[in-house]
């Protein structure tokens, strides 16, 4: 698109929200671009706790509406993505000096019953005597509860949406900030800055949506001079990763006595991710981190439960992101609702402007759609919702049915380890077609950086997926940084120096 021509939406952040809006509007027909300051995926949407889930813990706050709409939410993405969402069986110990077994029950049935649950099995009673999810816990633990939510690849779900809004036509900009942009003659006038060495390019826009997440406030207030009364509360969520904890798939959901939750759950086959902390932050929130404090708090909660104890030195990884949360003057960081809210700025004359406040990964499809819905009347487009049941790139396997879908990739690329077809098959879907193209050997997919990583990966990741740094490949289109040496890591900064000039997708 050239400077010279009228777009009809300009999105300002590249997080699931941002991304989620520019596949809806590009898949109506709108002609999109959306900025990105840094990475795809770079801040909270890659710090979650990974879960495609209704909330169970929501239902203590009354927000039956969000619930609802998030479990529906579920089987519509475990529908659209079967090979970065897949369900798992949560197990809830039963600690009788906290929540009581009646109200634990009461809270399972409205979860499996508020949003017409399809293709999740239900709640029910263990018995931790008999049940393998028993071993790992200390003794005294003798009843339980599992019910069923799902896990999602949640820096691939916000890269697969730009993938599929970009190939419906819209720009995706990452590296790129929107220094400023002023409402002028019924049209946002934004100037965008590269950090890669392009021009500044000057956007003329229809409309703008303000999707900067923790910065949507400093946004509106710093770069568009303009004032609401809708503010964030920006709340860190810190998590760690430690070797893995119990040999089966079942996460546990644990909790305190302060009446949070915490999760512990199967991570990247070899560990176990726990998380995850409610902690509100204020000022710059670029770069942070896990605390000492927050540290203690996750590992003490595991700690209460295990037999194997966990201390600082077991961690191998941690990360920490702030959940950009609508400020509804709750006092407690964890009753804050996760519920989304839209400020809409429009007047006669007046070039609309659309600020997202909170959100949360599940329901960002929906999100994207209401946005969209507040947009329609004052931009006047024609065309309506589309996006349910629309797989992401990748998704469109038979059926949903990822195991079959697996067994056939062996089958087909029989000279790919079993190890490394089971990752490019989760990652990519089908779209690992794309990714292997005429490779017929090991040999045939380019340099071999160590571990499982490819040359033939890096190149379309590079090509397709606009990474561009080892971080990039390494912890946002992959978890690879868990399993690689640092010897790898240096192969692939080294290709990449090398290969900076690879065509960026359009």
């Given at each position: 698109m050239s400077d010279s021509e009228i777009i009809d939406l300009l999105i300002v952040g590249g997080g699931i929200n941002g991304v989620g809006i520019a596949r809806d509007a590009a898949g109506r027909g709108l002609k999109v671009v959306l900025c990105e300051q840094d990475d795809l995926a770079s801040h909270t949407s890659s710090a979650s706790s990974k879960l495609i889930h209704g909330g169970l813990r929501y239902l203590e706050y009354y927000e039956f509406r969000l619930v609802r709409e998030a479990l529906i939410e579920r089987e519509n993405l475990l529908q659209a993505a079967p090979h970065i969402i897949w369900p798992l069986r949560f197990i809830l110990p039963h600690s009788p000096e906290q929540r009581p077994a009646w109200l634990i029950r009461t809270g399972l049935f409205l979860y499996d019953h508020l949003g017409g649950r399809k293709r999740l099995p239900g709640s029910r009673s263990i018995d931790m005597k008999t049940d393998p999810a028993a071993a790992p816990l200390k003794a005294g633990v003798v009843k339980a509860f599992s019910y069923a939510d799902c896990w999602v690849e949640d820096s691939r779900l916000v890269v697969l949406?730009?993938?599929?809004?970009?190939?419906?036509?819209?720009?995706?900009?990452?590296?790129?900030?929107?220094?400023?942009?002023?409402?002028?003659?019924?049209?946002?006038?934004?100037?965008?800055?590269?950090?890669?060495?392009?021009?500044?390019?000057?956007?003329?826009?229809?409309?703008?949506?303000?999707?900067a997440g923790p910065w949507v406030s400093d946004f509106l207030e710093k770069r568009l001079q303009r004032q609401t009364d809708s503010k964030v509360r920006q709340v860190k969520g810190s998590h760690v990763v430690v070797k893995k904890l119990f040999d089966h798939d079942s996460p546990y959901i644990l909790q305190n006595p302060d009446g949070r939750i915490i999760f512990a759950i199967p991570y990247e086959h070899e560990f176990t991710l726990i998380g995850t902390t409610d902690k509100e932050v204020h000022g710059d929130v670029a770069g942070i981190e896990i605390d000492d404090e927050e540290i203690d708090y996750l590992l003490g909660s595991?700690?209460?439960?295990?037999?194997?104890?966990?201390?600082?030195?077991?961690?191998?990884?941690?990360?920490?992101?702030?959940?950009?949360?609508?400020?509804?003057?709750?006092?407690?960081?964890?009753?804050?609702?996760?519920?989304?809210?839209?400020?809409?700025?429009?007047?006669?004359?007046?070039?609309?402007?659309?600020?997202?406040?909170?959100?949360?990964?599940?329901?960002?499809?929906?999100?994207?759609?209401?946005?969209?819905?507040?947009?329609?009347?004052?931009?006047?487009?024609?065309?309506?919702?589309?996006?349910?049941?629309?797989?992401?790139?990748?998704?469109?396997?038979?059926?949903?049915?990822?195991?079959?879908?697996?067994?056939?990739?062996?089958?087909?690329?029989?000279?790919?380890?079993?190890?490394?077809?089971?990752?490019?098959?989760?990652?990519?879907?089908?779209?690992?077609?794309?990714?292997?193209?005429?490779?017929?050997?090991?040999?045939?997919?380019g340099e071999h950086f160590g571990g499982d990583l490819y040359e033939a990966e890096v190149r379309y990741l590079?090509?397709?997926?606009?990474?561009?740094?080892?971080?990039?490949?390494?912890?946002?289109?992959?978890?690879?940084?868990?399993?690689?040496?640092?010897?790898?890591?240096?192969?692939?900064?080294?290709?990449?120096?090398?290969?900076?000039?690879?065509?960026?997708?359009?």
């Amino acid at each position: 698109m050239s400077d010279s021509e009228i777009i009809d939406l300009l999105i300002v952040g590249g997080g699931i929200n941002g991304v989620g809006i520019a596949r809806d509007a590009a898949g109506r027909g709108l002609k999109v671009v959306l900025c990105e300051q840094d990475d795809l995926a770079s801040h909270t949407s890659s710090a979650s706790s990974k879960l495609i889930h209704g909330g169970l813990r929501y239902l203590e706050y009354y927000e039956f509406r969000l619930v609802r709409e998030a479990l529906i939410e579920r089987e519509n993405l475990l529908q659209a993505a079967p090979h970065i969402i897949w369900p798992l069986r949560f197990i809830l110990p039963h600690s009788p000096e906290q929540r009581p077994a009646w109200l634990i029950r009461t809270g399972l049935f409205l979860y499996d019953h508020l949003g017409g649950r399809k293709r999740l099995p239900g709640s029910r009673s263990i018995d931790m005597k008999t049940d393998p999810a028993a071993a790992p816990l200390k003794a005294g633990v003798v009843k339980a509860f599992s019910y069923a939510d799902c896990w999602v690849e949640d820096s691939r779900l916000v890269v697969l949406n730009a993938m599929d809004a970009a190939e419906r036509g819209a720009e995706i900009l990452t590296r790129t900030r929107c220094t400023e942009a002023r409402n002028d003659g019924g049209l946002w006038q934004a100037t965008l800055a590269s950090n890669r060495g392009v021009p500044v390019r000057q956007i003329r826009a229809r409309a703008l949506v303000n999707a900067a997440g923790p910065w949507v406030s400093d946004f509106l207030e710093k770069r568009l001079q303009r004032q609401t009364d809708s503010k964030v509360r920006q709340v860190k969520g810190s998590h760690v990763v430690v070797k893995k904890l119990f040999d089966h798939d079942s996460p546990y959901i644990l909790q305190n006595p302060d009446g949070r939750i915490i999760f512990a759950i199967p991570y990247e086959h070899e560990f176990t991710l726990i998380g995850t902390t409610d902690k509100e932050v204020h000022g710059d929130v670029a770069g942070i981190e896990i605390d000492d404090e927050e540290i203690d708090y996750l590992l003490g909660s595991v700690n209460r439960y295990f037999e194997t104890s966990v201390t600082p030195k077991d961690i191998v990884w941690s990360y920490a992101g702030v959940r950009p949360l609508y400020d509804d003057a709750k006092g407690n960081a964890s009753a804050v609702t996760r519920d989304y809210v839209f400020d809409l700025q429009a007047s006669e004359g007046q070039a609309p402007l659309l600020s997202i406040f909170g959100g949360k990964l599940t329901t960002y499809r929906k999100l994207a759609e209401h946005a969209l819905e507040q947009l329609q009347p004052v931009m006047g487009f024609e065309k309506g919702a589309w996006t349910v049941g629309a797989p992401l790139p990748g998704g469109d396997i038979d059926d949903a049915n990822f195991d079959a879908f697996a067994k056939n990739v062996q089958e087909k690329w029989n000279w790919l380890p079993k190890t490394l077809a089971q990752r490019y098959a989760r990652a990519y879907g089908t779209r690992m077609e794309r990714l292997i193209g005429t490779a017929a050997t090991l040999d045939d997919l380019g340099e071999h950086f160590g571990g499982d990583l490819y040359e033939a990966e890096v190149r379309y990741l590079m090509s397709v997926e606009w990474a561009l740094t080892d971080d990039d490949i390494l912890w946002r289109r992959s978890k690879l940084g868990l399993h690689v040496d640092d010897e790898t890591a240096a192969r692939l900064r080294a290709w990449l120096g090398r290969n900076a000039d690879l065509d960026m997708p359009a």
